[in-house]
């Protein structure tokens, strides 16, 4: 691989630049690691071989545009979490000394120093498990010393408390939504329950998931379900099939309803895997 595409780290996981695209590591095989887009509604992959220092294949069409500019942020991250695990030193001292190798041309994409500090914090006092694999009291609890744990177990983690569960009961219109860029490594993504409170759609249910399937979803749902009586009117989803399957199946007589802007990205993928890139780009 050329100096661009050197592997590096991503929240933990194994991760590759090329031709100003991301990606990290999504599984290995016997022969090959297979690498996935670091943006999680682009289905782009490239496969590299053991020692992840050489393209066995092409990558795979994107359905966005590359980002060169962000390729030396996420290295100068690496390089502070790096630092940051070994050393006693400082934030502001390692920090500088970070920021001495970082590329001028590219200062517009430099990241703000308040964020690098509250990593290396982040990085010195990182959570673990306890012996039986249960979250640290720490976590279990809000501020407010509530109990903020619905289910725990190495499938699923449930985050909520007994009074936003009863928000969500008291609304009709709820919405749903997965995101896979602030989700622990050991968890494939993070996926919340959303309903309006004072004109805001504001997150009342949190939990961790290690897929997509509609399984996974169905038992997220179904541990919910569990506590009261819910009968919402209807839900907006993203267009993940496993999650319309799942509302469909266990809400089967409420409205479901598609995100307009996921709907868009939808529709992107589908021009390219169509050929039709150039010629929508041109009309």
């Not at 016997?30 to 590299?48: M, P, Q, V």
């Not at 622990?184 to 759609?201: E, K, S, V």
């Not at 249910?205 to 749902?221: H, P, Q």
Request: net charge positive; hydrophobic share 30%.
């Amino acid at each position: 691989m050329s100096q661009s595409e050197q592997p590096s780290s991503v929240k933990g996981k194994p991760t590759i630049f090329h031709e100003g695209y991301i990606y990290t590591v999504e599984r290995t095989t016997k022969t090959k690691s297979i690498f996935r887009c670091k943006n999680r509604d682009c289905k782009a992959r490239c496969y590299t071989n053991l020692s992840m220092d050489a393209l066995l294949l092409l990558p795979t069409s994107h359905c966005h545009a590359p980002q060169p500019d962000s390729v030396p942020a996420i290295q100068l991250k690496n390089e502070i979490k790096a630092h940051a695990a070994i050393t006693d030193g400082s934030t502001s001292t390692i920090i500088h000394s970070a920021l001495r190798t970082y590329p001028l041309s590219d200062a517009g994409q430099h990241p703000k120093n308040e964020p690098l500090m509250l990593m290396i914090q982040r990085q010195r006092t990182t959570e673990t498990v306890d012996a039986d694999g249960r979250l640290p009291d720490k976590l279990r609890k809000t501020y407010r010393d509530e109990g903020f744990i619905l289910h725990e177990d190495k499938k699923l983690i449930i985050f909520t408390k007994k009074t936003n569960l009863t928000i969500l009961k008291q609304n009709k219109h709820w919405f749903a939504d997965g995101t896979f860029k602030v989700c622990p490594d050991d968890y494939y993504q993070l996926f919340t329950l959303h309903a309006m409170m004072t004109n805001a759609i504001t997150p009342l249910v949190y939990g961790l998931l290690i897929g997509k399937s509609a399984e996974d979803y169905n038992l997220f749902f179904e541990k919910v379900f569990k506590q009261d009586n819910f009968q919402p009117d209807s839900n907006m989803t993203d267009f993940e099939t496993g999650t319309i399957k799942s509302v469909k199946d266990l809400l089967p007589n409420i409205l479901h309803k598609g995100c307009l802007i996921h709907f868009s990205q939808t529709v992107c993928r589908q021009v390219q895997s169509k050929g039709l890139t150039t010629k929508y780009n041109e009309d």
